[in-house]
């Protein structure tokens, strides 16, 4: 019997430190598969002084996208935005971006998305965030946006643009409602190399989108539209990693999943969640573009 620093009994003798080296020449290299073999110790997951550590894959996620809306604002508003700027969240999700970026910017927000839960979620969050006539929501596609030309000085969409099946008039219409001068941030998936047809199945029905196009055809696309490239930036490790999170997370929730949307919904996604994971890790990329529209 052994007593722990706590003062706590174990029946577990600690272990001599030939044990200790036993154990790392046997498992070293198995911790290495599953903890990371850079230096083999506990990684900075949440940097110091960050918000409210996390101690679950789930709560980690969250801080990565806490994380992303950071840096994507810093990017769109980078180039300088006019006072009081008009911007606007194409697919605004449950609300979060658009609420910080009103917040980051002082300017006014208008999000949509075609989904009626995420409105309502959106409504809900503006009704604790105290920005009432600085953030706006509506139901709104894409592809067809009900706002007059020049209505606003920048816009963004994050990981909206991969949904739509006529990406062309995606493009058209932000660059259309965007004053001479502004810009369009979007977050864009590309293919890369031949997937196997199970796996691009997979991915558009988790997804609910077209198969991703290879990055050429999105560059193509966009000169088409009369946006000129202003940055690139390639995040395909994000959505590699991301593809990772959600196979354990999926894995790990599947009982809670099963019990809240019912057998059907487990039946529908356990054949999809391996070539799923597979299509992120070795055929997805993943690119952070700001687009700028003429200045007259």
């Known amino acids: ?47 110091h002084g960050e918000r409210t550590p996390v101690t679950s894959l789930l709560e980690l996620s969250d801080l990565a996208q806490d994380r992303q809306t950071e840096f994507l604002a810093d990017v769109l508003t980078g180039g300088g935005l006019p006072p009081d700027a008009r911007l606007l969240d194409i697919g605004c999700g449950t609300g979060g971006p658009a609420i910080r970026l009103a917040q980051r910017t002082g300017g006014r927000v208008t999000g949509i998305t075609v989904s009626k839960v995420q409105l309502a979620r959106c409504e809900e969050r503006l009704s604790t965030a105290g920005l009432a006539g600085r953030v706006d929501f509506a139901y709104g596609d894409a592809m067809r946006l009900g706002f007059a030309d020049d209505s606003f000085d920048a816009a963004w969409s994050i990981d909206c643009f991969p949904h739509l099946s006529d990406r062309p008039a995606g493009l058209r219409e932000a660059r259309r409602v965007l004053r001479p001068g502004g810009h369009l941030l979007l977050t864009e998936f590309a293919r890369r190399g031949t997937p196997a047809e199970e796996e691009v199945d997979a991915f558009t029905r988790l997804w609910a989108s077209p198969p991703p196009t290879t990055f050429a055809t999105l560059l193509g696309e966009i000169e088409e539209s009369g946006f000129r490239v202003v940055r690139v930036q390639n995040m395909t490790s994000n959505v590699a990693l991301c593809g990772e999170l959600m196979a354990v997370l999926y894995k790990e929730q599947r009982d809670a999943i099963q019990q809240r949307f019912g057998k059907e919904a487990t039946d529908h996604t356990d054949p999809l969640m391996e070539p799923f994971r597979t299509f992120c890790q070795t055929h997805l990329d993943y690119y952070l573009l700001l687009l700028g529209t003429p200045e007259n």
């Open 1 to 47: 019997m052994t007593m722990a620093d706590n003062g706590t009994s174990s029946s577990v003798p600690a272990p001599a430190p030939e044990e200790v080296g036993a154990m790392y020449d046997r498992f070293g290299d198995l911790l290495a598969m599953v903890l990371g073999g850079s230096a083999l110790h506990v990684g900075m997951y949440v940097p």
